[in-house]
């Protein structure tokens, strides 16, 4: 059997079991992210601009946050997280590989480095990307279920295990964006330094 038919089969597979199961169940959050603090260690927070109704219904999240985190004049971050209780067809995580071309950014450059935050690894999904000659850093990862994962290959091949095991889909996607106001070494320390002090906060909101 060629590795496709195999694949193929477990995902036939692990398809009857979800249908069987009766699809997955909502894990919605303890609190609402509208809740998360605004101050993060030495970073202080503000709520970003409303997102457009339009863009909403496309996304179709259970819960968003989005914010603006300021450290110093040379350190800003922008910051999205987007909750979905349940993924279903339809209503699932967006992947910034097409959200971010849709708002006019392309991306430059694409590497997927691992953090080390309070002493753990955190797989990221880290971009340079710009518009009208301004260009930012982006990093971006999935959470959810226990796990934090940066490969969105790998991210859908575990929500269809969880899904079939515990018929659970729940999770989220976490951005954090630093313009690159001065070079882009600068930038990458400011999104780092930000991760480091956002995600122990995260493992207490994110079931």
């Known amino acids: 059997m060629s590795w496709r038919a195999s694949i193929l089969a477990v995902l036939v597979f692990c398809a009857g079991g979800w249908a069987r ?4 169940r909502d894990v919605p959050l303890d609190t609402p992210l509208s809740a ?7 970073w202080r927070g503000v709520e970003g601009r409303p997102i457009d109704p339009d863009i ?3 996304l179709r999240a259970d819960d968003y946050v989005n914010r603006v985190y300021q450290r110093d004049a040379d350190a800003v971050v922008g910051l999205w997280i987007a909750f ?15 959200c971010l071309p849709g708002t006019g950014w392309t991306p430059m450059e694409h590497t997927r480095p691992v953090l080390n935050v309070a002493g753990n ?43 079939f095991r515990h018929r659970r889909t729940d999770g989220a996607l976490v951005r954090v964006t630093a313009p690159v106001l001065r070079d882009e070494r600068l930038a990458d320390r ?18």
């Open 21 to 24: 199961a009766g699809g997955p």
């Open 36 to 42: 998360f603090p605004l101050r993060l260690d030495a």
């Open 56 to 58: 909403a219904r496309v």
């Open 84 to 98: 979905y209780a349940s993924q279903r067809q339809g209503d699932a995580i967006h992947s910034p590989l097409n």
């Open 121 to 163: 690894s955190l797989p990221v999904n880290r971009y340079l990307v710009q518009k009208r000659g301004e260009r930012q850093v982006v990093l971006y990862w999935y959470q959810g279920r226990g796990r934090v994962v940066a490969s969105e290959y790998a991210n859908k091949a575990f929500l269809l295990a969880d899904a």
């Open 190 to 207: 400011v999104a780092v330094d930000f991760v480091a002090a956002l995600h122990p906060q995260l493992a207490r909101w994110l079931p």
